[in-house]
């Protein structure tokens, strides 16, 4: 590990965590240099919802760059380009009656947000985005701007402006009625809350927490947004790709946002992809107004290609990963939380859940003591109190028993 401590900056922090050197990946498996293999039940912080080197995205990948297809093209046409529209309308946007065009922004998830933002405040001519508390949208200047986090607020070094949190559903263990204090400000002329163009909102906060919002909560902030002419921002990057269930997570609430911000799996295979979606009477960019080098990632279509014609095309991922999460649900309220007792709690949807300790500093003491047993998985929260579950959707039915064994196990162990 020398060549890491002394070349690499002191910022890496996975690496911190997982003290071993990985070398080779397949499926849901990892295995370092020394042959040690592990679950993973991190998926590349959800970049990974098909698992490592899946075969079917591998093989495309391959053909693709044995043919000297094009790797670098900006925002080209390109014959991988053409195949990831005609495949994302057919197989997405068309059989949810989805009105989206679709823009590619930088690679990454916060330039898609940085896109979504910037695009809501040149359609309505206002500065204000309302985010919500614990959320997290990226860490660059805009999209921090929008996040709750104070310590990755803190990074930014500058004031972070133009944004206005307000409560996530449960804030207040449901004492207070929902949306009361958002549309107080809104219709009080004193308020100092200047008319927002846009309310940007994870449906699970996953670095929040694992905090999973009501399909009823959804739609009354889609009911307010719209009476009060505020664009609606739902951020999938990481629920997204199938991890709640359906392809988008606010399938479920039956809504349909103004703008939807997707990464991490949509390329299937880890590759660097985003995308930015929203309705045709927002498309009033002008040409490059917002651009990057890399917004046209032609490997990342090819293997985004290959991936919804592998898993989309029919239901049977989306019923696979909600038997996964029933199987997950159950493990974590019976195992877990009967043994624990009122020391922890279990919330989630899909394939991501969060068991939550009431002593702060369980979590960590459980992903260690996971990851000696052979097991990744992260915390997450504000003050890292969640143990957070996020195996890849394709994971075996064996494979999900005995990384469930493992972290039952941990828990037992650090007591």
């Known amino acids: 590990m020398s060549v890491f401590e002394t070349l690499e900056s002191e910022v890496r922090s996975y690496c911190r965590t997982w003290p071993a050197v990985f070398d080779r990946a397949q499926g849901a498996r990892l295995t370092d240099e020394d042959g040690r293999s592990y679950?993973?039940?991190?998926?590349?912080?959800?970049?990974?919802?098909?698992?490592?080197?899946?075969p079917v995205l591998k093989r495309a990948l391959i053909d693709y760059l044995e043919r000297d297809g094009i790797t670098h093209g900006l925002d080209m046409a390109t014959t991988a380009k053409r195949a990831f529209l005609e495949?994302?309308?057919?197989?997405?946007?068309?059989?949810?009656?989805?009105?989206?065009?679709?823009?590619?922004?930088?690679?990454?998830?916060?330039?898609?947000?940085?896109?979504?933002?910037?695009?809501?405040?040149?359609?309505?001519?206002?500065?204000?985005?309302?985010?919500?508390?614990?959320?997290?949208?990226?860490?660059?200047?805009?999209?921090?701007?929008?996040?709750?986090?104070?310590?990755?607020r803190a990074g930014?070094?500058?004031?972070?402006?133009?944004?206005?949190?307000?409560?996530?559903?449960h804030y207040f263990d449901d004492t207070i009625p929902d949306f009361?204090?958002?549309?107080?400000?809104?219709?009080?002329?004193?308020?100092?809350?200047?008319?927002?163009?846009?309310?940007?909102?994870?449906t699970v906060q996953g670095e929040g927490g694992v905090n999973v919002a009501r399909a009823e909560w959804l739609r009354a902030l889609r009911d307010l947004c719209r009476r009060h002419g505020m664009l609606m921002i739902v951020d999938d990057i990481q629920m997204g790709?199938?991890?709640?269930?359906?392809?988008?997570?606010?399938?479920?609430?039956?809504?349909?946002?103004?703008?939807?911000?997707?990464?991490?799996?949509?390329?299937?295979?880890?590759?660097?992809?985003?995308?930015?979606?929203?309705?045709?009477?927002?498309?009033?960019?002008?040409?490059?107004?917002?651009?990057?080098?890399?917004?046209?990632?032609?490997?990342?279509?090819?293997?985004?290609?290959?991936?919804?014609?592998?898993?989309?095309?029919?239901?049977?991922?989306?019923?696979?990963?909600?038997?996964h999460g029933e199987r997950v649900e159950e493990f974590l309220r019976t195992r877990v939380d009967e043994t624990v007792g009122g020391d922890a709690k279990s919330r989630g949807r899909g394939l991501v859940w969060g068991l939550e300790f009431a002593d702060e500093t369980r979590a960590a003491k459980v992903c260690s003591r996971a990851f000696a047993l052979g097991l990744l998985l992260e915390t997450s929260g504000t003050r890292s109190e969640v143990v957070k579950l996020l195996p890849p959707l394709t994971i075996s039915p064996d494979e999900l028993c005995e990384g469930l064994d493992i972290l039952g196990r941990a828990v037992d162990e650090t007591r």
């Open 87 to 152: 495949t994302f309308e057919d197989v997405v946007l068309r059989p949810r009656d989805l009105p989206y065009k679709v823009m590619f922004p930088g690679p990454t998830g916060a330039n898609a947000v940085e896109a979504a933002l910037k695009l809501a405040r040149k359609v309505k001519g206002r500065e204000c985005v309302v985010s919500f508390t614990n959320s997290f949208h990226g860490m660059s200047l805009g999209a921090l701007a929008v996040t709750g986090n104070a310590f990755k």
């Open 241 to 323: 790709c199938g991890r709640t269930g359906g392809f988008f997570s606010f399938e479920e609430a039956g809504i349909v946002p103004d703008i939807v911000t997707v990464s991490k799996s949509i390329s299937g295979y880890g590759l660097p992809m985003s995308l930015c979606l929203f309705t045709a009477e927002l498309d009033i960019w002008e040409p490059g107004e917002h651009n990057g080098t890399f917004r046209g990632n032609n490997p990342a279509f090819v293997t985004a290609t290959a991936a919804l014609d592998a898993y989309w095309t029919d239901d049977r991922m989306e019923k696979q990963t909600r038997t």
């Open 156 to 169: 930014a070094g500058v004031p972070l402006v133009h944004g206005a949190p307000m409560p996530f559903d």
């Open 39 to 54: 679950l993973d039940f991190f998926a590349g912080a959800g970049s990974l919802n098909y698992g490592h080197n899946d």
């Open 180 to 202: 009361l204090w958002f549309e107080h400000l809104l219709e009080d002329r004193g308020s100092g809350l200047d008319l927002p163009a846009a309310v940007i909102v994870e």
